[in-house]
């Protein structure tokens, strides 16, 4: 990856000395360019480098500790009680009797 990095930059320094000696305002782009292909192939280099950690059987207690504090319990599904069920409660237990009750509806209890 090093190589590859080095290939690259060399390869774009024939533009960029291209752009800077007949435009030398352009130096800012110029060194943006740099900035980014530089940052590009280090974020390249990096996730190799993991890639090859990754294989080295000193990472595995590593790895599975993480993926262990990763897991997490999922709650059982909760099953919902259809409206009516004694489970749901009645007509004006939780203060929604003006809205599920049409007008002339006696509320319960009452």
């Not at 009680?81 to 004694?86: I, K, R």
């Amino acid at each position: 990856m090093a190589d590859q990095t080095g290939r690259l930059l060399a390869e774009r320094e024939r533009e960029w000395l291209e752009r800077l000696t007949t435009d030398p305002a352009s130096f800012a782009a110029v060194e943006l360019e740099v900035h980014e292909q530089t940052r590009r192939q280090a974020d390249l280099y990096v996730a190799g480098l993991l890639a090859k950690a990754s294989e080295q059987p000193e990472t595995t207690p590593h790895v599975d500790k993480v993926i262990a504090e990763a897991e997490v319990p999922l709650r059982p599904v909760e099953k919902k009680t259809p409206p009516g069920d004694a489970a749901s409660g009645g007509l004006g237990d939780h203060g929604d009797d003006a809205l599920l009750c049409p007008s002339g509806t006696p509320r319960q209890g009452t």
